[in-house]
């Protein structure tokens, strides 16, 4: 959403499983249409972003040490 890349992704689930998929102008759509909810969806991605970029930091600092 936030940089334009092209994504893919493997999932493999262990039990029966609904998987969802926005699209960038979904999105978009849901800016226009319900913007409290689109900031929502903005924050908690921010959120999961930061949290793995935190595990991606003490993964790293632990192979340094």
Do not use: C, Q, W
């Amino acid at each position: 959403f936030y940089d334009k890349g092209v994504r893919s992704a493997t999932l493999v689930a262990d039990i029966d499983s609904r998987v969802g998929v926005i699209s960038g102008g979904a999105l978009a759509r849901m800016g226009e249409t319900d913007p409290k909810v689109a900031a929502l969806f903005h924050i908690v991605a921010g959120r999961l972003m930061a949290h793995r970029i935190l595990s991606m930091n003490d993964a790293v600092r632990a192979l340094l040490s």
